[in-house]
């Protein structure tokens, strides 16, 4: 078990360019969510996966945003045509079974820049 | 909906001197509580959660948090701070009565600590 896992950890891009970003998740987590964290701020919902289904998404994921987790293991987070808006730091978390409310495993992040 | 405010941006305190950060949530039935730390370029990390059941709440690294419905308030404590508790602290809610699995972070509190 080596935690949760994103890469890139850092990326820098150009306004108007799309990007992708992925998580694996400790491996017997059958949930995954991304959120969003700006600087000084709290992290901010994104979405949530049990197995390969979309459960939640929060109004801040545009339809600039998608996300996917296909076979129910790792999930890409993808921005299409991003804004200097979109920089931020993307964070991913992990947690598996009942009772584990609230108790995810972060991963350590992919930072966006956006010039 | 439900929000967290976190009251103190910055606190400073000395080592081994006692530890309470602020948080107040708004949440209109039971909230679900919980308290994350952040060291610099790391993911988070959960100190404790509350769902129900004793108020008085222990988590690791020696905190313990105390839910006060009639306050509205989560404040988490330690009675003797070590250097290594300087991070950021962030006080979340969830709604897990509701079945949603999203967690609303308040802004977050820094902690220095003095030698």
């Known amino acids: 078990d080596t935690g949760v896992s994103q890469n890139p950890r850092h990326k820098i891009t150009k306004r108007g360019q799309n990007v992708t970003f992925r998580c694996d998740p400790i491996?017997?987590?059958?949930?995954l969510y991304w959120y969003r964290q700006t600087l000084g701020q709290g992290p901010e919902f994104l979405t949530y996966?049990?197995?390969?289904?979309?459960?939640?998404k929060s109004r801040l994921l545009s339809d600039r945003f998608s996300a996917e987790r296909p076979k129910g293991s790792f999930s890409t987070l993808e921005i299409q045509r991003t804004e200097q808006g979109d920089s931020a730091m993307y964070l991913c978390?992990?947690?598996?079974?009942?009772?584990?409310?609230?108790?995810?495993?972060f991963g350590s992040g992919t930072r966006l820049t956006v010039v | 909906a439900q929000s967290v405010t976190q009251p103190d941006i910055h606190i400073t305190v000395s080592e081994g001197a006692s530890l309470e950060l602020r948080c107040n949530y708004s949440?209109?039935?039971?909230?679900?509580l919980f308290w994350y730390v952040q060291s610099p370029g790391q993911g988070l990390q959960l100190l404790l959660k509350?769902?129900?059941?004793?108020?008085l709440v222990q988590g690791i690294k020696g905190f313990e948090a105390e839910f006060k419905r009639s306050q509205s308030s989560f404040n988490l404590r330690k009675p003797s701070v070590h250097w290594s508790d300087a991070a950021e602290y962030f006080c979340?809610?969830?709604?897990?009565?509701?079945?949603?699995?999203?967690?609303?972070f308040g802004s977050g509190t820094r902690l220095q600590v003095q030698p």
């Open positions: 509350y769902f129900s059941g004793d108020t």
């Open positions: 979340a809610v969830g709604a897990g009565d509701t079945g949603r699995r999203a967690l609303t």
């Open positions: 491996s017997e987590h059958n949930r």
């Open positions: 949440y209109g039935a039971t909230p679900y």
């Open positions: 996966f049990q197995n390969e289904a979309q459960l939640e």
């Open positions: 978390a992990s947690s598996a079974g009942t009772g584990e409310y609230g108790g995810y495993t």
